[in-house]
């Protein structure tokens, strides 16, 4: 899962105050500047994870 610590904490970079729920492109862009993983595979497994959190059981 990702999250952006919003409104706590802003994404580095941006000159807002405050942390937003859209900056998750941002928090997003930064994963896949730092893994090897293309972002397809990692959205499908933040996706299927996603899914694990939330629907487990269902």
Same mark, same amino acid.
């Given at each position: 899962?990702? +999250?952006? =610590?919003?409104? =706590?904490?802003? !994404?580095?970079? $941006?000159?807002? #105050?405050?942390? *937003?729920?859209? =900056?998750?492109?941002? !928090?997003?862009?930064? $994963? *896949? /500047?730092?893994?090897? #993983?293309?972002? #397809?595979? $990692?959205?499908?497994? $933040?996706? =299927? /994870?996603? +899914? +694990?959190?939330?629907?487990?059981?269902?």
């Amino acid at each position: 899962m990702l +999250e952006t =610590d919003s409104p =706590d904490m802003r !994404v580095s970079g $941006l000159r807002r #105050e405050f942390g *937003c729920p859209s =900056d998750i492109r941002q !928090v997003f862009s930064a $994963l *896949c /500047n730092i893994r090897s #993983e293309s972002p #397809e595979i $990692l959205a499908a497994a $933040l996706r =299927d /994870n996603a +899914e +694990e959190i939330f629907y487990a059981g269902q």
